[in-house]
């Protein structure tokens, strides 16, 4: 859920200017919803550690090491690179001791933000796969690999958000969340 409100707030947001002049007014205009998205991001990556533990524990007998490998690319690669999210949207809306936030800094801060959020995708992807293979066996699988399988291909396309209308990212976006819940529907307790 956390999730799903941290893309919706981030949809109601449009698009950085192209004019490196407006970026400042974009971010006094925009700053409340880009400090609302801020603080949910942590709050989900927080409660992602438990939810992805709960899916595969490598205290459980049988565990499916594909399932494992999921897990262990979500903890040391995804949820870092949303802390890295997270920091950057931070430093744009929230003042650093008396730093200046000049125009190179914010172009480059969100460069960064859209380059984070590519790997972001793309690594959800292969877990997500990876995840919904595991899944397969068991009873009522079938249906998990295929949302998996559908998934795996919006966050792909997600990984593209430069190229997408921001509707479809948010379709593509919100699939992540909606796979978790349902995964999570069918994972064993």
């Keep these: 859920m956390l999730f799903a409100s941290y893309y919706f707030v981030f949809f109601l947001i449009p698009s950085p200017p192209n ?27 927080l409660a992602l550690i438990p939810s992805i533990y709960r899916l595969a524990n490598p205290w459980r007998k049988e565990e499916s090491p594909t399932a494992l490998f999921a897990s262990g690319l979500i903890f040391l690669l995804v949820v870092p690179m949303f802390v890295l999210v997270d920091l950057l949207i931070g430093r744009l809306v929230y003042p650093v001791n008396v730093y200046p936030l000049g125009e190179e800094t914010i172009v480059f801060l969100l460069s960064l933000q859209v380059g984070t959020m590519h790997m972001i995708s793309l690594v959800l992807a292969l877990a997500i796969l990876l995840y919904s293979i595991s899944f397969r066996k068991r009873k009522e699988g079938r249906f ?17 958000s430069w190229i997408l209308s921001p509707e479809i990212l948010l379709v593509c976006q919100l699939s992540f969340p909606t796979w978790l819940a349902l995964i999570h529907s069918h994972a064993p307790n």
């Design 19 to 45: 004019e490196v002049s407006q970026l400042h007014k974009w971010i006094l205009d925009w700053k409340l919803y880009l400090q609302i998205a801020d603080e949910i991001l942590i709050f989900a990556v």
């Design 144 to 160: 998990v690999f295929a949302f998996g399988i559908l998934t795996f291909g919006f966050q792909i396309l997600a990984s593209y």
